[in-house]
């Protein structure tokens, strides 16, 4: 086993496959493969399944990992420290869905990162996928939110993913409208206020449940409902069409602008938002200063954090 080995397994989990990691590497697929089969042969164990779709990692690879990302960045730091070699490119994948606040805690992490390279990733994406993303340590890190509707069907998913949830905070549900909107004005809305207008959605591609739906009370009957894939297309439609969607109500104007507003939805529900993990590693460095600055966002716009987590068992 070597330290090239352990660094052409962490680049593989990053591009998220052996051509693309071949690729980034400048070196031929084929002898990725045989480097990767070289390792599995003498360690005795499967790293990665390998498909029709694709690869990933087995739980065996996941465990092995954790400790090859341990042993590579203690090589590195002690290149630095001897050899006077640069540190290697700061390195972190995050997959959400679609909050502001989330955009908002990556670019305080890169403004204030001290690295003069890096190299990272903020997937706003479909609420399965994201389970996905972590659980083969695409992300590391998956940002979504619990309700009492949910949170059974998402928990049985994180448990058989070997993923846990980590509760960041409490919002009541808001409508995120047009600052033109008729409705703009009011400090809170019925649901039925909003029947004439159309409501809008992030579409969950095949995984389109009721459960994975980003939008609480998805499963109200809509005379008007239209799916979108990305947040600049539904901002656009909320201000296009008068159209509304249901969110945390945290919203950034510095990054979205003074177009959209949160007006409050009157309802029992609650979203319980939170980053998912996966348990059989450790997050980064890198990581672990989004998820604090996640925290410095969250509380920037009111919320308290540290919810129990049992709370939601």
Known sequence: ?????LKYILSIVQYGSISEAAKRLFIAQPSLSNAVRDLEQELGIEIFLRSARGIALSSEGAEF???ARQVVEQAELLEQRYLNKK???????IS???YAFA???FVSLLKELDANEY???LRETRTYDILEDVRHLRSELGILYLSEFNRK???KLMKDRGLRFHPLFTADPHVFISADHPLASKRMVEIEDLDDYPCLAFEQGEYNSFYFSEEILSTNLFKKKIAVSDRATLFNLLIGLNGYTISSGVLNSDLNGDRIV???LRTEEKMRIGYVTNESVQVSGLAASYIEKLKETIRSFGYAIGEEEDALA
């Open 87 to 93: 540190p290697s490119k700061k390195l972190c994948a």
């Open 1 to 5: 086993m070597t330290l090239q080995q």
């Open 153 to 155: 069907v998402l928990r």
């Open 119 to 121: 190299e990272c990733t």
């Open 262 to 264: 949160s007006v409050r």
């Open 96 to 98: 959400t869905q679609h």
């Open 103 to 105: 955009v908002q805690a």
């Open 65 to 67: 990992l954790a400790y």
